[in-house]
């Protein structure tokens, strides 16, 4: 199916948008509001990534069209995010989510520090491989899409306690693994 939408974009048909809409529109929306908490604010964070999809194919032509649509709905919602005052409109589960990474990650956007984050991204992704699925499953939850720990609960059948135990326990392996890294 992305082979489809990629084509009519390159093509600038419009239908590709209806289709990606389609196809993606729902997971990249529950992303947005998990991170700002309004429905309206992450409406418009998809709209925002259908445009930039529509701006970037081409010339862009990515491996996965849902990786693509998740990246760009995420930095439009992060965008949204240093633009307001999250916490007064309800965006808490996102940033609690980066709090709880906070100590482990090295902070910092300036542009010298690309290269790192590249290398970090890399090493993030080697680590990502090495985890039993269930964990790899809450960690990405958590922190990927930026689920509450209660619906995480929920949706994997396990106590909240158990899931936030979980989290700990892979938070200290990702920690260790950095510092093995030398990225810590």
């Not at 590709?16 to 389609?22: G, K």
């Amino acid at each position: 199916m992305d082979s489809q939408i990629i084509a009519l974009l390159q093509k600038r048909d419009e239908t590709a948008l209806e289709q990606l809409r389609a196809a993606y529109g729902g997971l990249c929306f529950r992303i947005a509001e998990q991170m700002l908490g309004n429905r309206q604010d992450a409406e418009e964070c998809v709209s925002d990534m259908l445009l930039a999809v529509w701006n970037s194919v081409p010339p862009q032509e990515p491996l996965s069209l849902e990786a693509y649509a998740v990246t760009l709905v995420r930095r439009a919602a992060m965008g949204k995010l240093k633009a307001q005052n999250s916490l007064k409109r309800g965006g808490r589960a996102y940033t609690e989510a980066l709090d709880e990474l906070a100590d482990i990650l090295p902070a910092g956007d300036n542009v010298e520090r690309t290269a790192e984050l590249r290398e970090l991204t890399a090493a993030l992704t080697k680590w990502l491989r090495t985890l039993e699925p269930l964990p790899q499953q809450i960690f990405m939850q958590r922190y990927y899409l930026s689920e509450p720990v209660g619906a995480i609960a929920s949706r994997t059948g396990m106590r909240v306690s158990a899931v936030k135990m979980t989290l700990h326990r892979t938070r200290k392996k990702l920690k260790a693994f950095l510092r093995e890294e030398g990225l810590l």
